[in-house]
């Protein structure tokens, strides 16, 4: 089944209304913080006032967040409740209303980068296998995933270095690539979180694959150039919208423990006039450590439970409404057992034929497990969220698998398995909307 140039854009429209829609449907429930959208939409408060204040993730995601804030009325905006009452303690985001505060515009930004994160990766198959039908496949699976639904709906951060880091990947994999664009697309996802260093794993590979004289140069050019437009955000914003040279931890001395139930007496920084520089390796180290070494959060889970979607967990919980991350189950099973097969296939063929007669696989295969694997050697909490960048490749390569059998069939089984595959899709959003849209 081959679809024509101009019924694919007609099928991209179409689902990009659809996500349109499932995006912005009652974005402005709850009221109330969400997860970290209490820190992160007070950090673009911060951003906007000037006021330092220290963070483990670069700046770039909430400079984005604090746009429309310097937008506003600074005064309406610094008297809201919201942000008093923030400052007053850490674990207020289950205490406090945003009030007037305008979480809705922050919400909407996350919005508009999950439609951009559903376009990147439909870019990215169709970079990767030049078939418009896969690439639509990938992203009506996209449109209908629940978790990242969930999590482009709100005032948080992976919506933004995922939709940049397949972004780049799609710039990479085109017939003609773009090596620029691809460093600096990675550029931006390493400044919106450190985390998007796991695209690597993709982009080594495609040199590994060409195995031409100059891709030793072109893959050391993408890495500078990514590295230096993050550290060249890193320092420019933070020197511009913070008061110069100065880094302040947001932890409140006079609470003992911290969200996270670290105790802030022993992880309390004060960046007092600290060079920038010097304060980006202090956070890349805090980054990696996650402050959690020999603690647990209560809503915590291991790597290797990712893929089946044990440990699902509430977001958001009052007496009226709960918001909790859980994936499509149909979508996020047809990836984890594309995985699966994948490596059986594998186990059952010689490694070096198997790749090399499928590369479009052996990409997501290497992408999936270069986004999974690192999280087995970190000593730090991880969540479920962690698994995003390793979830989308698993859903990539699902798309790839569905597009082969179906090409097997007549036409008679071609229209029950798009009917199974359609309503399997459609059947476990049901399933997981009342979690997402707190109904």
Same mark, same amino acid.
């Given at each position: 089944?081959?679809?024509?140039?101009s019924?694919?854009?007609?099928?991209?429209s179409?689902?990009?209304?659809?996500?349109?829609?499932?995006h912005?449907?009652?974005i402005?429930?709850p009221?109330?913080?969400v997860? !970290?959208? $209490?820190?992160f939409s007070t950090?673009?408060? !911060?951003?906007?006032n000037k006021?330092?204040?220290?963070? =483990?993730?670069?700046?770039?995601?909430?400079?984005?967040?604090?746009i429309?804030l310097?937008?506003? %009325?600074?005064? $309406?905006?610094?008297?809201?409740?919201? /942000?008093?009452q923030t400052?007053?303690?850490?674990?207020?985001?289950?205490l406090?209303?945003?009030n007037?505060f305008?979480y809705? /515009?922050?919400?909407?930004?996350?919005?508009?980068?999950g439609?951009?994160?559903?376009?990147?990766?439909?870019?990215?198959?169709?970079s990767?296998?030049? $078939?418009n039908t896969?690439?639509?496949?990938?992203m009506f699976?996209?449109v209908?995933?629940?978790a990242?639904l969930?999590?482009t709906?709100?005032?948080?951060? %992976?919506g933004?270095?995922?939709?940049?880091g397949?972004l780049?990947?799609?710039?990479?994999?085109k017939?003609?690539?773009?090596? #620029?664009? #691809?460093g600096?697309f990675?550029?931006?996802?390493l400044?919106i979180?450190?985390v998007?260093?796991?695209?690597?794993g993709?982009?080594?590979? *495609?040199?590994?694959s060409?195995?031409f004289?100059?891709?030793?140069k072109s893959?050391?050019y993408i890495?500078?150039l990514?590295?230096f437009l993050f &550290?060249?955000?890193w320092?420019?914003?933070? %020197?511009?919208l913070?008061?110069?040279?100065e880094? /302040?931890a947001?932890? $409140?001395?006079?609470s003992?423990?911290s969200?996270?139930?670290? !105790?802030?007496?022993n992880f309390f920084?004060?960046?007092?006039?600290l060079?920038?520089?010097k304060?980006?390796?202090?956070?890349?180290s805090?980054t990696?450590?996650?402050?959690?070494?020999?603690?647990?959060?209560?809503?915590?889970?291991?790597? *290797?439970?990712?893929?089946?979607?044990?440990?699902?967990?509430?977001?958001f919980?009052?007496?009226i409404i709960?918001?909790i991350?859980l994936?499509n189950?149909?979508?996020?099973?047809?990836?984890t057992l594309?995985?699966?097969?994948?490596?059986?296939? /594998?186990?059952l063929?010689?490694?070096?034929?198997?790749?090399?007669?499928? =590369?479009t696989?052996?990409?997501?295969?290497?992408?999936?497990f270069?986004?999974?694997?690192?999280?087995?050697l970190?000593?730090?909490?991880t969540?479920?969220?962690?698994?995003?960048?390793?979830? =989308?490749?698993?859903?990539?390569?699902?798309?790839v *698998?569905?597009?082969?059998?179906f090409?097997?069939?007549? #036409?008679?089984?071609?229209?029950r398995?798009l009917?199974?595959? &359609?309503?399997?899709?459609l059947?476990?959003f049901?399933?997981?909307?009342?979690?997402?849209y707190?109904?």
């Amino acid at each position: 089944m081959h679809v024509s140039l101009s019924r694919t854009w007609i099928f991209v429209s179409l689902l990009l209304g659809i996500s349109f829609i499932l995006h912005f449907w009652r974005i402005d429930i709850p009221n109330k913080p969400v997860f !970290d959208e $209490n820190s992160f939409s007070t950090y673009a408060a !911060d951003y906007t006032n000037k006021i330092a204040f220290f963070d =483990i993730h670069p700046p770039l995601g909430k400079v984005v967040y604090a746009i429309p804030l310097f937008f506003t %009325n600074k005064e $309406n905006l610094n008297n809201s409740d919201f /942000l008093k009452q923030t400052k007053e303690s850490i674990r207020a985001s289950t205490l406090v209303t945003f009030n007037t505060f305008p979480y809705q /515009l922050l919400r909407a930004i996350s919005a508009l980068f999950g439609l951009l994160l559903v376009s990147s990766v439909f870019f990215f198959l169709r970079s990767l296998t030049r $078939n418009n039908t896969i690439a639509l496949i990938g992203m009506f699976f996209m449109v209908f995933e629940s978790a990242l639904l969930l999590e482009t709906r709100l005032i948080l951060l %992976n919506g933004m270095f995922l939709a940049f880091g397949f972004l780049a990947l799609g710039f990479l994999y085109k017939e003609k690539p773009n090596f #620029t664009l #691809t460093g600096i697309f990675l550029g931006l996802a390493l400044s919106i979180k450190l985390v998007a260093i796991v695209f690597l794993g993709p982009i080594l590979f *495609y040199f590994f694959s060409k195995r031409f004289s100059s891709s030793k140069k072109s893959f050391v050019y993408i890495c500078l150039l990514s590295f230096f437009l993050f &550290v060249f955000l890193w320092i420019f914003l933070s %020197n511009i919208l913070l008061p110069t040279g100065e880094r /302040l931890a947001f932890y $409140n001395s006079s609470s003992k423990e911290s969200m996270f139930g670290i !105790d802030t007496n022993n992880f309390f920084f004060s960046f007092q006039s600290l060079p920038t520089i010097k304060a980006f390796f202090i956070e890349l180290s805090a980054t990696v450590s996650g402050y959690t070494t020999g603690k647990f959060h209560v809503v915590q889970s291991s790597w *290797y439970l990712w893929p089946f979607m044990i440990v699902p967990f509430t977001y958001f919980h009052d007496t009226i409404i709960d918001l909790i991350l859980l994936g499509n189950p149909f979508v996020w099973m047809l990836g984890t057992l594309s995985v699966i097969f994948s490596l059986c296939v /594998l186990a059952l063929k010689r490694f070096r034929i198997w790749v090399t007669g499928n =590369i479009t696989k052996s990409v997501l295969l290497v992408g999936y497990f270069s986004s999974l694997l690192p999280f087995a050697l970190l000593h730090r909490s991880t969540f479920l969220y962690h698994y995003f960048p390793a979830l =989308i490749f698993s859903i990539c390569l699902a798309a790839v *698998y569905i597009y082969e059998h179906f090409e097997t069939l007549d #036409t008679k089984r071609k229209k029950r398995v798009l009917a199974l595959v &359609v309503g399997g899709v459609l059947l476990g959003f049901a399933f997981a909307a009342p979690f997402i849209y707190a109904f």
